[in-house]
């Protein structure tokens, strides 16, 4: 297809949304990188002198480094959970007859735009306490003798993430698997391949690309989740976004709250870009 | 008993009938194209005979053994999609061994067979090129030598190259034939192209709405056509009403001695084989057509418009506007009593 | 394609019950009859969807959302079409680069979003007010409407443009009545996804809503933050029914894998 070139065209349509982007975006994330590099006290607020304090704070102290740590082994657990559960669920909707499949779709995605201060509520309510459904029902199926704490603990922040999250892991190898040649199952089965090779050899490496781009992205938003585990996790278990929400909010220490968003922006970005680097290259010779 | 026999074959897809009625019977080494327009049922047919779609009812034996009952994994036979299938994520030779594999042969014959079969098929130094990387036609080559290299009892094509522009497909299909002469694996092409069918196979099985027409070799049917499906089907033909008058078949001005009981009946006739002659059928060239070994006229006679394809051979031909006489040899042509509507 | 076998089944309806517990046990105990969190064991009741009348926050809130959510993605998908438009027909240098620039919001945290716009917002003098939040919003969602307005723009057949100009339509005339109505689906369902984003964001509004200008689901986090009782509840199922009907009617009109996809291929 061949495309127009013309300048005027182009910067005209282009403008608005640019300028908008540049003020309102580009300017307050400046901004806030600088903020980051200001001092505060108690008595004297914002100082706009430019120090390097929080940022040696933030890298020195391990209070924020066990709060890094515990961000990235939750937003791991969640995405691990979230792939095992969610690549086996695409390839059953796949498979399964399209008045059925549709139904489902909608189960599963539907929650993907439901508020998730009401759903982080509804895994509040499960995990409540000693008598939560949750311990309730696993206890009624003999699953376990005593109640598990799920409240206020990293295994319910995780478990309510992997429930957020999974939709986007379902849509993203869902993606995948609607771009597989379904003759290609057939071939490796005229090949002699029973359906577990089928799956292992076949149907896995061509779906990979999907289940790690599925990871990527809830990976990312784990990392960067605030309701849920503000809401789990309450006021003691702390993650990076609920940190910067404090020193902000409650603490009003802005500088501090600012270098740990930056960091938090910076490690998300980072990982998003050398992971979605690394995915590329491997996949590169096969599927482009 | 022959070597593959299928026998009342038929399926439904609730009330749809995609096939009935399909019965065939293939020798060993023979090469069988099923041929019919897009819907006929080709597909179904293949399918059930790989183990991919059950039949509604009717038997598949192959060598004696039931077929239907089997899991296609275990039918031990060779199948070239429309789309190749090829596994994306491995390299040609991988895709080539992957069968082998699976029959647990060791990696030393493996490797010997893959390399045989890719030099087969022609793609010798293409053995770790992923399919992304190769033109059509080379997959198409992957996917034959793939089928092939694990000695399947039958070979199935649906459509194999369809994919491919004029020119390459007509390279394959030399190809395809001399392969499966030199190997004498027993094959099946489903095709919708008539001139592939008739290149390729030693019978073909002309389909039209899930029913057989006609099961022949392709001299037998373009030149005895069944009914006026196959007829039309396996190439132009021109039909004419005439009538059978004492052993006499009269076409507008044509008269030629036949036998058979009087009446109307209708008369098949090849383009290629009607001449300009100086007494016979009357007609007005109103149009031409130069095609290169041959031209293709436009002849309006009372019976209608009739086409005639004659020979570039050097000879004067007549031009638009022409009165011309049109004959014919009686053997050339077919005479069907029922099908006048066709006409 | 075969058929999912009895393993597969189960394995299946664990996952549905996973997805679908914590969302139904909201909109059961939102119908207890009783004053505290609990099943509805004896009989059902409205009296917590009557309280919602008592707490004007809640209503509020609720209006604000709206408000915000229909004005926010209208002005980003006013932005979207024509920046759409550029990226499909026209070939110019930065072409990527721009495009990651303007779903670049994807992929910042919200917490970082909502603090940088607090600080940007403070100095500029209009913290909290309603003008701040929407602009906030139109960035954030603004992503989501350039996606579909993109696709359906790139996905129209182009030739169908060519024809309508080779027939003397000028410029304008080729928008309101060729390009427009065959975009039509994508700007809508594109609009639809924005609000439905302005209408959930949480992490960065919280940031940003003083309490004139709080939004629902700020209020309801603010809320669940002190104590989580039934009253929070209902209101979180008259929220969930709402979303739902919105989202059966997305599925009936654009399906919606479709409408998601926008959503899903954030880094892409
Ligand atoms: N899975 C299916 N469900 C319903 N109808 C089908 C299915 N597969 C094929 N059919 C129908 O069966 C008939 C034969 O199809 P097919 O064998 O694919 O034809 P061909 O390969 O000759 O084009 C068609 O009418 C088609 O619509
Ligand atoms: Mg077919």
Known sequence: ?288 | MSFLELSDLRKTYGNVVALENFNLSVEKGEFISLLGPSGCGKTTTLQMIAGFTEPTSGRIVLGGRDLVSMPPAKRGLGIVFQSYALFPHLTAAENVAFGLEMRGIDRASREERVREALAMVGLKGYEDRYPRRMSGGQQQRVAVARALVIRPEILLLDEPLSNLDAKMREEMQSELLSIQRRLGTTTILVTHDQQEAMALSNRVVVMSKGRIEQIATPVEAYNNPASSFVASFLGKTNTLSGEIRGGTLVVGEFRAAVSGADGPVAVTLRPEKMRFDSTGLRGTVTARVFQGNCWSYQVQTAQGEVLVLRQNDGQPLPVEGDAVFLSWSPADMGLRREGLSHG | MKKNGFLALAFHTVFVIFMVAPILVVCVVAFTPEGFLSLPTNGLSLRWFRAIADYPEFIRAFWTSVYLGAVSSTIAVILAVPAALAFSRYAFPGKGALSAFFLSPLMIPHVVLGIAFLRFFTQGGISGTMTALIIAHVVVVFPFALRLTLSAATGMDRSIESAAISLGASNFTLFRRVTLPLILPGVISGWALSFIQSFDEVTMTVFLAAPGTETLPVRMFLYVQDNIDPLVTSVSAVVIAITMAVLIILDRLYGLDAVLSGHSDRNS
């Open chain 1, 1 to 288: 297809m061949a495309e127009g070139r013309n300048p005027v065209a182009v910067a005209s349509l282009l403008l608005p949304a640019t300028l908008l982007f540049i003020a309102v975006l580009v300017i307050p994330l400046i901004m806030t990188v600088l903020l980051s590099f200001y001092s505060w006290g108690q008595y004297t607020g914002i100082v706009e002198d430019f120090t390097a304090e929080n940022w040696i704070e933030v890298f020195t102290d391990p209070y924020f480094g066990e709060i890094f740590l515990r961000t990235l082994r939750i937003s791991f657990l969640a995405t691990l959970l979230a792939a095992l559960f969610g690549a086996p669920e695409a390839y059953i909707l796949k498979r399964m007859n399209p008045r059925w499949r549709g139904l489902f779709m909608l189960v599963i995605l539907g929650p993907l735009l439901m508020s998730v201060v009401a759903r982080t509520l509804g895994w509040a309510l499960l995990f409540g306490g000693n008598n939560g459904v949750a311990n309730q029902f696993l206890m009624g199926i003999g699953l376990i003798d005593a109640p598990l704490p799920f409240m206020f603990t990293e295994t319910g922040v995780v478990i309510a993430l992997a429930h957020v999250m999974m939709p986007f892991m379902v849509l993203s190898v869902w993606a995948s698997l609607q771009r597989l040649d379904p003759q290609v199952e057939n071939a490796a089965r005229s090949l002699g391949a029973s359906q577990f090779t089928v799956v292992r050899r076949v149907l896995l490496p061509q779906i990979m690309p999907g289940i790690l781009s599925g990871s990527i992205i809830v990976f990312a938003l784990s990392a960067s989740a605030f309701a849920t585990p503000a809401i789990i996790g309450g006021r003691r278990l702390k993650v990076a976004s609920t940190l910067a929400y404090d020193e902000f909010l409650n603490t009003l220490d802005w500088p501090l709250g600012a270098a740990v968003a930056v960091l938090l922006l910076i490690g998300i970005v980072l990982i998003i870009v050398a992971s979605n680097a690394l995915v590329e290259r491997r996949y590169a010779e096969v599927f482009r």
